[in-house]
């Protein structure tokens, strides 16, 4: 069998029996001649299963928010390995990928939460620290990889914070900002 009807039949398995019913659209590509030349995939790889995952419903911003969904989607990985067996592929044959739909309209959205809440994480720090939180230089969000659905938030400062301030930052992030599915990094 050619390797694009066995992704479509990963695909068919996946869709109809797992993901549909949990609202997650998925789709299979078998990995190319040139993809494994370039060194982009390790030979073993052959099929990419391209998981979409809705930023509002996966991280806990938005009324949107769903914690089935969550965990689903943080065990997503282990359902197509656990399934693809029955249909003869190995679980190593095949790459798992994120696609993180609205990618750029839900980091504006947070970027926005975080620039406009950011005097009460100056506030939470200063009440823990008893200290002024050094001017911030930028706020960014990046998704984590196509490995996984999280996103990495990096704030940049003026100036370093020792380490026992470093922790009464990231208290105060934590605690008055909707980032709880976020890396965090201060840079």
Request: glycine share 4%.
């Amino acid at each position: 069998m050619k390797r694009s009807q066995v992704a479509t039949q990963i695909e068919k398995l996946l869709s109809k029996l797992l993901f549909e019913k949990k609202g997650v659209k998925i789709s299979v590509e078998p990995v190319s001649g040139t993809q494994h030349k370039s060194g982009e995939y390790p030979t073993w790889r052959k099929y990419i299963v391209n998981i979409h995952v809705d930023p509002y419903r996966y991280n806990n911003v938005t009324s949107d928010f769903n914690e089935d969904y969550y965990n689903f989607m943080s065990n997503a990985e282990d359902v197509i390995s656990n399934n693809i067996k029955y249909i003869g592929i190995d679980d190593f044959e095949v790459l798992s990928k994120f696609v993180i739909d609205d990618k750029q309209e839900f980091i504006k959205m947070m970027e926005k939460i975080i620039y406009d809440k950011w005097e009460d994480v100056e506030t939470e720090y200063q009440i823990e620290t008893g200290k002024t939180l050094p001017e911030v230089d930028e706020i960014t969000i990046y998704p984590r990889s196509d490995s996984y659905p999280e996103f990495s938030l990096y704030i940049g400062l003026q100036k370093q914070l020792r380490e026992k301030d470093y922790t009464a930052l990231w208290n105060a992030l934590h605690k008055k900002l909707p980032i709880s599915e976020m890396f965090v990094h201060l840079v």
